[in-house]
């Protein structure tokens, strides 16, 4: 599977398109969800699914833990689309295709999205179950070459050289704290990184990350929020700690440990992403 290297603006264009003519809603807000933690969607209402199969062009996750499909519905009263599953670089797609369907969200006329991943902890006190407030990313892959953004900038949706200064916004950071704060809700908060795999890192990989600032690591995210940046779409991003990351090289790590421990953060994700829409609103 050749990855497709770029999307003109009439392409993502005709994916939305698409999309409109199956659901009646505009949303204002979109979310991403990652692995084990699709059950976030079924908080929904009145929801109007779409399998990304029927959705031209459209990334098919194949990993399992992610459904596969866009729902459309109402969070705390607001039009939101959730993506309930995403797809990753290391399964064969492009950066490009990855991050598609950011692009056409924002097409689509979302204004805040809304990331949220598995992540191995690199910091010792975080544990399974927990939730990271992400505050800013170390981007690997990109640092290598590989960025979404590569190739002709589309100067309509962003410009050639977008800041990233600050890729998560502070005012939903804020709302998040709250949140947190009202709710009795545990939120760490860090930097994640985002590596290729699919490969977990080994106890070098991760003491290295530890030496340059990382706090939690993952395989997504990153190319989203820039390509959420490039457009001017406000980000706010969680991760869900599924695992320790083993320094020492004295524990294995497992996808069915992530997907485990998805079940303890949904319902946290879930009041703290309420908690702030209901602050938007
Ligand atoms: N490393 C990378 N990605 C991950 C991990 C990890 O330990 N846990 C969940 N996603």
Redesign the pocket.
């Known amino acids: 599977m050749p990855g497709k290297e770029y999307f003109t603006l009439s392409e993502i264009d005709q994916v939305a398109d698409a999309i409109r003519s199956r659901t009646h809603y505009q949303p204002r807000i979109g979310m991403i969800l990652g692995?084990g933690l699709g059950d976030l969607a079924n908080a929904v209402e009145k929801p109007e699914s779409i399998p990304y199969d029927e959705i031209p062009m459209w990334p098919v996750s194949t990993v399992h833990g992610h459904v596969g499909r866009l729902v459309f519905g109402l969070l705390e009263n607001q039009p939101v689309v959730v993506m309930q599953g995403r797809v990753h670089y290391y399964e064969g797609y492009s950066m490009q295709e990855v991050t598609l369907p950011v692009r056409v969200m924002q097409r689509l006329g979302v204004e805040i999205i809304v990331v949220t991943n598995?992540?191995?902890a690199i910091r010792p006190e975080f544990a399974p179950g927990d939730v990271m407030l992400i505050t800013d990313q170390l981007n690997m892959v990109g640092m290598a070459g590989l960025s979404p953004l590569r190739g002709p900038n589309l100067d309509d949706l962003g410009p050639r050289f977008p800041d990233m200064s600050q890729a998560y916004d502070r005012q939903l950071m804020d709302a998040a704290r709250n949140v947190a704060v009202q709710a009795g809700i545990q939120l760490h908060e860090g930097v994640y990184a985002c590596?290729a795999?699919p490969s977990?890192?080994t106890p070098a990989d991760l003491r290295f990350l530890r030496a340059i600032g990382a706090d939690a690591?993952?395989?997504s995210t990153v190319p989203e929020v820039i390509i959420a940046r490039h457009g001017n779409t406000r980000v706010i991003g969680f991760s869900g700690i599924?695992?320790k990351?083993n320094l020492d090289g004295s524990t294995i790590?497992t996808h069915d440990e992530?997907l485990q421990a998805g079940q303890v953060i949904v319902p946290k994700l879930k009041t703290l992403i309420l908690g702030i829409l209901r602050d938007l609103a």
């Open positions: 692995s598995a992540a191995g590596l795999g977990f890192e690591v993952g395989m599924s695992n990351a790590t992530v």
